[in-house]
Structures are given as C-alpha cells and as structure tokens.
C-alpha cells in the first residue's frame, strides 16, 4: 500500500496527539474552558495550561517516537508518568490518560477519580472501548462521591499503531510469527494476536480515510487477516467513521497482506544499508539507537525522521556510500557556517544588525545540524567496527547471491560457515538462508558439511521444538 508518493502518516498522528494534549484544560462547573484571562486592555489571552500525562505500554510506545519531552513541555505537560506507577494527588492541573482500553486500566482510571487524584480527567483509548468498558467504568465511577472532580471525558481514538516515519508503521506485536504458526499456541492466544493485528491496520487504514482493494496470500494467516479487515472496514462505513473519497477501483490504493512464512530467507538476510545496519547493530527501537564503541561505552541515540535530512537521504542507501556522504555532509556544514560567520562579522554599517538577526536565527538549526550529523558519524564508526570484526560484509554478500540466484559461492560459503568467522548466530542465518533456497538441490552437500560443523558448535537458545 505504502508506495512512492508519502502517506505523512508520523505527522498526521502527531497532528491528533498534539490535539489531544491541547484540548485538555480546565472547565467551570459549567463545562466551558476556564483557562483564560483578560488583559487591562480587553484583550482576552490564554494563560498557559499546566497537564498531566499518564500512559500505558501502548500510549508510551505511539507518543515516544513522536514528541520529544521538549516538544511535551511545549505542549505544556509538566509531568509524564506510567499508569501503573505510584502516583500522589495533584490538585489544579488537568490530567491526560492515553491507554488501551483493558479491564485493568479502565479500573485504575476509575480509582484514580474516586480517590480523587485529579480535578479534570480527560481519558483517551487508543481503540474504542466496547459498552461493557464503559459500563464497568460507570460501575466503578460510582462507588466514590467525587467531590473534587469537576469533569471526566471518555474519548475513542484510532492511534493503535506506532508511526516510526511517515510511510512506515509498526504494531509491536512480539513474536507473531510464533504465535500464529505454532501448534502450541492456545487458539485464544491466536484469536487475539487476528484481532490486533486488524485493528492496527484499520486505524492506519482510517487515518488516511482510504478504503484500499486488498490483496492477500492463500495461506497462514494472511487471508484470515484480510477477511477480518474487510469486515472491519465495512462496518467502518456503515458507522460513517471511514469516508473515504469517491474513486474508481483502479484508483484505489492496494494493501498487500503476506504470510511471512513465505518469505522467511529475508528476516535471517544480514542487512547492508544504513537503516538495515540501525536495527541490526543499533538495535533500534522506536526510533532510538544504542551502539557500543571501542572502549566499551553504550551511547544512546535518537532518529528523528521529521528533523534528521541526513537519515531521510541515506536510510535505504547501502552503508559503503554513507561515510563519504557523512563527510560531504559536514564539509557542506562548514561551509554554510563560514559563510553565516563571515556575513555576520563583514562591514560596519546598518546591515550588521540584519546579519546578526539571521545568524542568530540559523545557529540553533545549524547547531541541530551539527548535532545529528556528529551522531551519524559516532554510529557508522561503530559499525564499521563491528563489520570488519564479523565480516558482516562477507555474510552480506553471499546471502545476496543466494537469495538473487545468481547462484552460490562455495568456497567463500564454506570458509564462512567452516572457519569460525563471525558468530554461531551469523552461520546458522547464513546456511538457513542456503537451506531455505535450495530448490535445485545444489547447494546440499555444502549444507551437510556445514550443519554438520555447526553441531559441533553450540547453538544459540533458539526455539527447536516443532512448530
């Protein structure tokens, strides 16, 4: 679905979660909007609403890849905190829960209001909350008195999906391929993992208001996937939620659902572009990176897609080519830094102070500039470390010529597998990807010898029973 033209996905969640955050203010008894004041002049101004923020797993996990604590504190939230933490009364200051709607969070936003932590309540679930949820809020809601509470919002959001950049989205559903293919897997397990799978991609479905044609493989799950959307969908259109604009089916965007058993070779691929090397060296998580560098030390980093033009040139370029872009990157900042300097500093007359003013206003965008591009390189040497000590490029290589069938390099593939180059975990990918592709037969008696070399070896905690 997601094609060339950008989908602006980040920055259409970022647009209904900063509204979110806004709307929460502080009422009258009468339910208007007591946050304002009138200046001597008649002038009516609003005064600057201190908020509260309360998450769960899932609102953390949308909110964290989004808005920076900075951008929070603009936003006015003062303070962010778990919904299972320990958390004391704070009078006069609105408080904003985003969460799922479970069982579990429905009765702690309810304790909270009885024991009377917050005097505005303002709930947002990130997927709408059946009758029963509601019910059981009311029930709940019920057995206080209330007295400082001056107001409490329900409202339904479509945000469960995480937008890590604007035509790439997650549903940090852990170990899905597990649980859908796996025997041992209890079928409610299943039924659940169908149903949030379906409902992420509907909301990101209704946050571009489309309703695609959809495509899907006959096998595993993928096709109880797409029958389960439509179905969603519809409703979606009975209830007028979804609206999508008037189009003929060839117009129409397609969303294509594939089992990922089908294509299992790619997953164990070692990566060698710049975004493939950020998660598989970097582990990257929700847009944060975390490398170790020669002398041991863990550093921490954050991509941000909206600011970062040096990630958005080069995420899917191969990394041989981004040292030298990191490098004309910088030289390009050098230069537009003289050249701001220069200005500044040259002649006495009245254009000076005009200078100065722009030099004042693009030093924080270059100093952001800086900043990004100094940690680029920190994280590309770190991984230049790593490749030359594992040999990743090798892996790469070879992988590649598998899975393109250009056909297989044995003697590079046997002295990868056979003489100890990079990890045991390096090997296994490398001769499952091997395994995996031998259609012809060809590569079969390297695979023996190689299988056989690795039982020697001991094997990563990987899961061997059937599944």
């Known amino acids: ?12 969640q970022k647009e209904v979660i900063r509204a979110m955050i806004a ?19 008649g002038e009516v101004t609003e005064l600057t609403v201190w908020r509260l923020l309360i998450y769960d797993d899932i609102g953390r996990d949308v909110i964290a890849p989004l808005l920076r604590v900075g951008d929070l504190r603009e936003l006015g939230i003062t303070l962010h ?10 009078p006069g200051a609105p408080a904003i829960y985003f ?19 917050y005097e505005w309540v303002y709930v947002n679930f990130s997927s709408q909350i059946t009758r029963r949820g509601l019910e059981m809020l009311a029930e709940n809601l019920n057995r206080g008195k209330l007295q400082s509470i001056q107001h409490i919002h329900v409202f339904d959001r479509t945000l469960n999906y995480v937008a890590l950049e604007d035509d790439l989205f997650v549903l940090m559903q852990e170990d899905s391929l597990v649980t859908l293919n796996s025997r041992h897997v209890r079928d409610d397990e299943v039924e659940g993992h169908l149903n949030a799978i379906v409902l992420g991609v509907s909301h990101v479905l209704l946050s571009q208001q489309v309703l695609p044609v959809i495509a899907h493989s006959k096998t595993g799950a993928a096709e109880e996937v797409a029958r389960r959307l439509s179905v969603c969908l519809n409703d979606h259109i009975n209830e007028r939620t979804l609206v999508p604009a008037a189009s003929t089916v060839l117009s129409r965007p397609l969303l294509l659902i594939v089992d990922r058993s089908s294509d ?10 710049y975004r493939g090397l950020l998660v598989e060296l970097g582990d990257m998580h929700l847009n944060k990176v975390c490398v170790r560098e020669e002398d041991g030390k863990e550093s921490a980093f954050e991509i941000d897609p909206d600011r970062d033009e040096f990630y958005e040139a080069n995420a899917i370029q191969d990394f ?7 490098e004309a990157a910088l030289r390009q900042y050098r230069e537009e830094y003289a050249a701001l300097s220069e200005t500044a500093c040259a002649g006495e007359d009245d254009t000076d102070a005009n200078a100065m003013s722009r030099l004042l206003a693009s030093a924080p965008k270059l100093g952001e500039k800086k900043r990004m591009l100094d940690a680029h390189t920190k994280m590309a040497y770190s991984f ?18 598998i899975i393109k069938r250009e056909g297989l390099d044995k003697e590079e593939f046997e002295k990868l597998l056979l003489t100890g180059l990079g990890t045991v975990e390096d090997r296994q990918r490398l001769y499952l990807i091997a395994y995996l592709l031998d259609t012809e037969g060809g590569m079969s008696r390297c695979c023996k010898d190689a299988l056989r070399h690795l039982k020697k070896r001991p094997f990563l905690p990987w899961r061997t029973s059937s599944t």
Do not use: W, Y
């Not at 709307?23 to 004041?37: M, W």
């Open 384 to 401: 230049l470390h790593h490749i030359r000590k594992s040999h990743l490029d090798r892996f790469h290589g070879v992988e590649l010529g």
């Open 81 to 90: 905190m778990h919904i299972n933490s320990k958390r004391d009364p704070v």
């Open 23 to 41: 709307s929460a203010v502080p009422l009258t008894q009468a339910g208007a909007p007591s946050a304002v004041s009138r200046a001597s002049g």
């Open 320 to 326: 041989s080519a981004v040292g030298g872009n990191i």
């Open 99 to 117: 969460c799922s709607p479970t069982e579990e969070n429905i009765r702690t936003i309810a304790s909270d209001a009885v024991n009377e932590l």
């Open 1 to 12: 679905m997601l094609g060339q033209k950008k989908h602006f996905l980040r920055q259409r």
């Open 264 to 273: 299992l070779a790619t997953v164990l691929h070692h990566p060698f572009s």
